[in-house]
Every structure is written in C-alpha cells, then in structure tokens.
C-alpha cells in the first residue's frame, strides 16, 4: 500500500508541476509565499494543512520562521514548513486525501536539529506543528524531498526517524552554577539491574559538552564509539545529543572521558534521553560488548515467556476435568423396561399377583 502511495504522489507532482494551466483550472493556485518560492513544485491549494484559508494568511504566518530558517539548523526545515503552509495541490487529479503532508520522519528530523537554536531563545517548538499526527513514510501518503523527482522511482528507500547526527547552531552554553543540582544516586550495572530497568539503549561515548536551555532543559553532547543496542531509532557513530528535562543532567557525566552508556528513547521527538535512572559508567573494560548482547538476549527471552504465559489458555483442560469427575449412579430400570420381552400372560399373571397382595394387607 505504502508504495503504491507513493507513486501516486511522484506522478502527482510532476503532473502539477508541468500542467500549471490545467491545475489552475481545478482550482490550485500558484505559489504566491516567498518563502517557498523555490519548492519543486508551483501549485498548492487552500485550505492548507493548518487551515489558513488564503495564502495570505499562510504568508503572514509562516513569515515568523525565516530568521529560523536562516540558521540552517535543519536542511529539512523549510520543505516541511512549505508542504504544511503551502501543500502541494491535488484537485487535478481524483486523488485520497485533500492535501498531502509532509511524512513524519521530515517532521522528526527538523524538531531534532532545530529545537534547541528555539529554546535558546525560550521559544519552544509549536504545538500546531506537532509530529505526532503525521503519517509514517511506510504506512501512508506523505511527501518527504525525495519524492519530488522526474521518474517513478525503482523501489521504495525507508524514512526511519534517525536521531540527529550534526549539532544544532546554538550559541555558547552558560556556564552551569554550582550547588543548584540535587543528589545524584549512579546505578551500579548488573544484570538484575538491566534486566529490571529494560533499557532501550545502549552506546559507547565519550562526552564532549553540554548546553543548558532555559531553567528545564540540558543537552549533552556525545561522540558515539559504539551502538551496543538499540530499539526504535537508528544511532549512528559520530555526534548526537541526549536530552534531560532538568536543569542538572544525572548521571553525572563529564566532558571528556569515555562512558557506556544506558537509557531511554523519546520516539515521538525522534531523541535520545539522558535520565536519573539510566546508567553512565566509565569505559574501564572492553568486555561491555559481550555482556550487553548476553544481558539483552535474557530480556528478550523471558519477555517473550512473558507474552506467551498471558496468551496461554487457563491450566487444566475440559478433558482432564472429565476424566477426574465420578461416574453418575445408574437409575433402577423402569417397569417398562422390566415387561421388556414378556408375554401377556406372564404381565396377567402379575397383575393377579399385586391384587391379592393388596388384599392381604
């Protein structure tokens, strides 16, 4: 289904693109927002995906994102930005939806990159901008850039949400104050411990530095060594940022030293956390990499014990309940089963019998 969406929305866009005449007949109207004067496409339509009703609504608010745009933290910002303030145009053609969106994964990956550069400056990113809703590259029509070609494409290439492997553009970090973190317990790691915790992820990093954004988030910036597990999203080998919601990152960590590393997935925003209660111990030995795979293989096991016990059905079977269950005593034969085969002088000889009987008592 994915791939036949898809190259619906690749033959859609060159129709459009090309047939301005025809298109405008439909009822798309040229691109008329200066911001997205450079798409690949030139048709749109309005309502858009937010619904402004004229493209100068959409002007006027997708205007608030140049200086944004200017700082080149995503490379993917401005297309998710057109494709939701100026979505490609689709009354041409009898197509499913309305409008095509942007996929998730351009969505994820433009938050990733560019939210911290906003909440250096206390602006978080927008609730009406949300990547929760939009459908995955695999599972639906959505538009990501390289949809927008000449040919049909052979074969459908995944869209995964990666996290981000460059850093934002941010400006120099505050220094941190002293005395404002809390007590920090450090987990000592064991397998009781990773097989209770459950961690989602597990890398080898050296720390490089941190930045604190606002009084509630702090990004730590890692060199990733080694990806020893992961779940959901892909952790490449270079620089990433693992997000706190505090003020203090806990487990304390410090910039330059070697660490592995265990802790969650935020899926929805396409991160990686770093939380009190993950793991961040010092690399001091090379059999991490064993103990890991051997530790994960355990939790995959008795997860799996675990959803075959709930799929089980109740112990004891119908059959067993049965066979435990004792004989019901046989009823006395009926009269008529008894007169069975007589003749009826011997049934006449007994009803002389019971009447004498009778009179006797």
Not at 100 to 119: D, H, N, S, Y
Request: hydrophobic share 35%; charged share 25%; aromatic share 6%.
């Amino acid at each position: 289904m994915a791939s036949v969406g898809l190259g619906l929305v690749v033959l859609l866009i060159a129709l459009v693109g090309h047939c301005s005449t025809v298109a405008e007949a439909a009822g798309c109207e040229a691109i008329q927002l200066p911001m997205c004067s450079g798409m690949k496409y030139n048709m749109t339509q309005m309502p858009n995906l937010l619904h402004h009703s004229a493209q100068e609504n959409a002007r006027l608010s997708i205007e608030q994102f140049q200086d944004l745009v200017n700082t080149n933290c995503s490379e993917l910002l401005l297309f998710f930005l057109c494709t939701m303030y100026a979505p490609i145009c689709t009354k041409s053609l009898e197509f499913e939806v309305e409008s095509i969106p942007p996929c998730k994964g351009v969505c994820v990956e433009a938050r990733q990159r560019c939210e911290p550069t906003m909440l250096k400056y206390n602006v978080t990113w927008p609730e009406y901008l949300s990547c929760q809703h939009l459908p995955e590259y695999t599972r639906g029509v959505c538009l990501t850039p390289e949809a927008i070609v000449d040919t049909m494409p052979d074969e459908d290439e995944d869209n995964g949400s990666d996290v981000i492997t460059e850093p934002a553009i941010i400006q120099p970090p505050k220094p941190k104050r002293k005395g404002s973190c809390k007590r920090c317990d450090s987990i000592r790691i064991n397998q009781g411990a990773f097989m209770e915790k459950a961690y989602e992820y597990v890398v080898r990093a050296t720390v490089t530095s941190f930045v604190t954004v606002g009084e509630n988030l702090m990004y730590t910036t890692i060199i990733v060594r080694d990806v020893l597990k992961f779940t959901d999203i892909n952790i490449p080998i270079g620089e990433v940022h693992l997000v706190t919601e505090g003020p203090c990152v806990c487990p304390k960590v410090s910039a330059g030293v070697d660490y592995v590393i265990m802790c969650y997935q935020d899926l929805e925003n396409g991160r990686l956390r770093l939380t009190e209660e993950c793991v961040a111990q010092e690399w001091e030995e090379d059999n991490w990499p064993r103990l890991v795979k051997k530790w994960d293989k355990k939790l995959r096991k008795a997860k799996r014990r675990e959803e075959k016990e709930k799929e089980a059905p109740p112990t004891g079977s119908n059959s067993r309940r049965r066979r435990r269950q004792r004989p019901e005593p046989t009823e006395a034969p009926s009269r008529d089963r008894r007169n069975r085969g007589r003749t009826r002088a011997d049934l006449l000889d007994d009803v002389e019998t019971e009447s004498v009987s009778d009179s006797m008592l």
